[in-house]
Nanobody
């Protein structure tokens, strides 16, 4: 089992910044991709950004140039630096990882509990 714990959410004014963190713990063998998703009220969960163990990144068009995803493999931690926030970024942000299990190399995804980001004046 792998547990993901997010932190760093909160209330920020439009144009402000926040940095989210997500730390993985538990019976970790290999964590491949780590991703951030978000879900706004009344909307479907959407992918915000992802990063592979090798550092390759991808972003939703809506956040390109404003958000930066990074990770520290040694700490099994992924970050999301969010700049120039708008009210449209208000959502619960979820951390996700793709884990490869040691004994049989099976692949499973895990999710964090989510952290609320509210952008409001």
């Amino acid at each position: 089992q792998v547990q993901l714990v997010e932190s760093g959410g909160g209330l920020v004014q439009p144009g402000g910044s926040l940095r989210l963190s997500c730390a993985a713990s538990g019976s970790i063998f290999i964590i491949n991709a780590m991703r951030w998703y978000r879900q706004a009220p009344g909307k479907q969960r959407e992918l915000v950004a992802g990063i592979t163990s090798g550092g390759f990144t991808n972003y939703a068009d809506s956040v390109k140039g404003r958000f930066t995803i990074s990770r520290e493999n040694a700490k099994n931690t992924v970050y999301l630096q969010m700049n120039s926030l708008t009210t449209g970024d208000t959502a619960v942000y979820y951390c996700n990882c793709v884990h490869i299990r040691r004994n049989d190399y099976s692949v499973r995804e895990y999710w964090g509990q989510g952290t609320q980001v509210t952008v409001s004046s």
